[in-house]
């Protein structure tokens, strides 16, 4: 069936660091697919999104490219903060519509060291 | 706009009692997705509500029920609740005009 499967965590960083959490997907048809981020005491908020192959989504300094060929859509940016700790979910809708349900990798806790 | 409202923040029930958890959606929204999120994992489908009705059902027993009210508000409820349902649940509203779901902050429930 349709499943997400991203990098476990923890990762620890120091400040202006790379960044790269992995996440592949299995799916039937050409879903969407979400990057979320969960900040401590708070809800899922959504970072980027990407809606068919090729395209790449970007917010905040972070991008993420979907890539049908390696069923990838890893996470990156190229200078963290620390403000940028946080909790990031690689995520899949199952459909085409605001309201489909989602399915949420396990998240990757990042801290950023100053 | 307050966003998605979620009551209580935290919750501490014992086995085999009953709890209510409220969501009251994004002002223009009228679907309500509930979520349970266990500790180190990412959230789980549990159900939807639209136009009062429960729409789609993921993998979660009968325990676990809902309800929608006609401002779109939303509760879950569950019942002879077990330690494994300790969680964070989260609530998310969209609407059809709009093109996400937007998450509240969550409840906070332990089961002793």
């Known amino acids: 069936g349709d499943s997400v499967t991203q990098m476990e965590g923890p990762v620890t960083l120091s400040e202006e660091a790379f960044l790269t959490i992995n996440c592949t997907y299995t799916a039937t048809g050409y879903p969407s697919l979400f990057w979320y981020v969960q900040y401590p005491g708070e809800g899922l908020q959504l970072l980027l999104k990407?809606?068919?192959?090729?395209d790449k989504g970007s917010n905040k300094g972070f991008e993420a490219t979907y890539r049908k060929e390696t069923t990838s859509f890893h996470l990156e940016k190229g200078s963290v903060q620390v403000s940028d700790s946080a909790v990031y979910f690689c995520a899949l809708p199952l459909g085409y519509s605001s309201a489909s349900k989602i399915i949420f990798g396990s998240g990757t806790r990042l801290s950023i060291r100053p | 706009d307050a966003g998605v409202t979620q009551s209580p923040t935290h919750l501490i029930k014992t086995r085999g009692q009953q709890v209510t958890l409220r969501c009251s959606p994004k002002s223009g929204h009228d679907t309500v997705s509930w979520y349970q999120q266990a500790l180190g994992q990412g959230p789980q489908f549990i159900f939807q509500?639209?136009?009062?009705?429960?729409?789609q059902r993921g993998n979660f027993p009968d325990r676990f029920s809902g309800h929608q009210f006609p401002n779109y508000s939303s509760e879950l409820n569950v019942n002879a609740l077990l330690l494994g349902d300790s969680a964070l649940y989260l609530c998310?509203?969209?609407?059809?005009?709009?093109?996400?779901?937007?998450f509240g902050p969550g409840t906070r429930l332990t089961v002793l």
């Open positions: 990407a809606t068919k192959a090729d």
């Open positions: 998310a509203s969209t609407g059809t005009s709009f093109n996400e779901q937007f």
């Open positions: 509500y639209y136009e009062e009705e429960e729409r």
